[in-house]
């Protein structure tokens, strides 16, 4: 046998437990080692049974209790109403006796045997009849150990993949080390053998903790390795060494009708000078929501332009692509640069001044549709994306060519704000400018938890403010009834968009106009919707979280986000961010159905934070990043052990990543598992 051995051939599968162990995604010795648990219960920490039964305020649902104790007796009886079997036994240490009670598993009476010493883990409960506390349905083990709970199938157990791992110990010694030996004395690390084999049988808790840092630290260093080895692929090749005109720079300050802020200068002159080296700039510009990223790509775009060179932006949406054609029109329009815009609703380009001749704009703006263009853009200086998670890397990459011996600048931009820690692994590839400034006279979105007893005044306070002329967003977490699973009986009846548009359209604001938005509907459908709610053509938009990212409408004051709880702080903001855009006071109202303590918690940040960022980082202490943003962006931290909001372990990783990385060569397995780690991060 080998690692590569199909699991069937170990003993005690055959074909059928194989094809049920595959859908675990276990199919050869590999899969299987690698097969870690999702969690573990701890059998060490044993508590006295005196200790637990004279705790008479013991709730009846308390946490898992641990005890070691002898059994006195055990028996069987068969209830008479719903006709199944309870076994009864009383267990006992020194200190006093237990009731311990399980349901539908007679055989338990000729397993336990009076006499018997066991370890029982389960929760203690109050028993109404005999008016005493007794454990439930509890987990046994022969002995106080830390027991490795797998995922598990039909007829596939923990206890059953356990025993399968015993087999084959040996094949885990045949794993090789790829961490180089001056990396794990460094950090005190231990073998990759011992961690995978103290996951699967953890001899104490110190043990196990050690194993699993292990695989955490192993986690961010191969993804920030991945990010070194990229950035310094990119380094390899030369792109266009522009010419700064300082002057030209000035006077297109100069011609904006507002003024930069501190932070967008810093971003525009650390871009200009990337821009000016003949390596490839591969930058990130992370700024909050409204702090003006379009603006500061304008001025890196007019420096590539100016040089002779063409610019291309894509964008997720088409609503964005179109705010950005629009907003690049406006700036560049008096310099004499031509912008154009291409998307899925566009059969040809489309050319910001329409009686103009030109054929190929200088910037091209536009979605996914830039990648199916019939002619290649010819002379692409440097290539901006908007939100570039949300595209692959194959489609970014096809932007980003080498043509003539150049690789165009890249520019990456994101309203997401990111914590520093998060961000450096995700964006270990990247320089990192960051707007954590808003303009001077932005006034701030006025934040407030409305209780329910208030929403009718609510309702008032969005008809003053359509009186007024101003617009109002409603956002739901789901679109339609269908997508509603309730978890238990008691929960909450959740927000709809179909649903609410109906019950404001009829019901609380008649005298109203309604429009609804969902990512369901058709690009021009949505394009049309958002022009007119632009327009004042409605007074409301009902929206899903299609409205999160991009949309400038001046005129909208009011955004009222139901079930506020199911949303992350940096998704709230940048809600929050679609409001206050022009010279309105602006307001934010947050509902919820939630009774929990900490949801209020997170929630009540909102009413006293304004700044992105801080929100960010809040809300990743709170929840962490995979609720944070969602699903759509889990490849940034898809990771199994590693917790991206531990500082000291990412700054660890990332270091001897950056160590390690300019001589890669001299570590080929390290190289191969870089290698294996890309296909599961990219």
Known sequence: MNLETKVQFLHGVGPKMAERL?????????????????????????????????????????????????????????????????????????????????????????????????????????????????????????????????????????????????????????IKEYIPEIIIEKYNLIGIKDAILNLHQPADAETLERAQQRMAFDELFLFSLQKQLSKRDILVHRAAEMIIDETFLRNFAESLPFKLTVAQKKSAWQIIKDLASDKPMNRLLNGDVGSGKTVVAAFAAAVVIKNGYRVALMAPTEILANQHYQTLSDVLRPHGISVGLVTAAENKIKIENKKSKVENPEILVGTHALLHLKDPIENLGMVIID?????????????????????????????????????????????????????????????????????????????????????????????????????????????????????????IFPDLKIAMLHGKMKSKEKELIMTDFKAGNYDILVATSVVEVGIDIPNATVMLIEDAERFGLAQLHQFRGRVGRGDKQ???????????????????????????????????????????????????????????????????ATEAAKDVASGIEKYPRLLEKVGEAGKHLE
Not at 37 to 48: A, E, G, M, N, V
Not at 497 to 506: I, R
Not at 614 to 622: F, I, P, Q, S, V
């Open 586 to 652: 602006s307001y934010c109202l947050l509902f919820s159905s939630s009774n929990s303590e900490i949801a209020h918690q997170r929630l009540a940040f909102m009413e006293t934070i304004s700044s992105g960022f801080e929100l960010a980082e809040k809300d990743l202490t709170l929840r962490g990043p995979g609720q944070m943003y969602g699903n759509e962006q889990s490849g940034f931290w898809d990771f199994r052990f590693a917790d991206i909001s531990d500082k000291m372990m990412i700054e660890r």
């Open 387 to 507: 939100e570039q998670h949300r595209f692959g890397v194959n489609q970014r990459n096809k932007l980003l060519q080498v043509k003539n011996g150049l690789r165009p600048h890249f520019l990456s931009m994101t309203a997401t704000p990111i914590p520093r820690t998060m961000s450096l692994v995700v964006f270990a590839d990247l320089d990192v400018s960051v707007i954590d400034e808003m303009p001077a006279d932005r006034k701030k979105v006025q934040t407030e938890i409305i209780e329910p007893a208030d929403r009718a005044k609510s309702y008032e306070f969005i008809r003053r403010e359509a009186k007024k002329g101003h617009l109002a967003f409603v956002i739901c977490p789901l679109i339609e009834e269908k997508e509603i699973v309730k978890e238990n009986l008691f929960e909450q009846e959740r927000k709809t968009v179909t649903k609410e548009y109906e019950k404001l359209s009829k019901e």
């Open 22 to 174: 595959e859908k675990l995604g276990v199919e050869t010795l590999t899969d299987l080692i690698y097969d870690f648990p999702r969690t573990y219960l701890d059998y060490t920490k044993i508590s006295k049974i005196a200790e637990i039964t004279s705790n008479k305020t013991q709730e009846t649902n308390s946490n898992n209790q641990t005890i070691k104790a002898k059994v006195i007796n055990i028996t069987n009886r068969r209830t008479s109403r719903r006709r199944f079997t309870v076994t009864e036994a009383v267990v006992a240490d020194a200190t006093g006796s237990l009731k311990v009670v399980w349901f539908n598993q007679p055989y338990l009476e000729k397993m336990l045997k009076a006499g018997q010493e066991i370890v029982l883990n389960g929760k203690i409960s109050f028993d109404p009849f005999s008016h005493q506390l007794q454990m439930e349905s509890p987990n046994r083990a022969n002995g106080p150990k830390i027991v490795p709970i797998y995922s598990e199938t039909v007829g596939i157990s923990s206890y059953y993949i356990a025993k399968l791992l015993v087999n084959v110990e040996a094949q885990i010694a045949n």
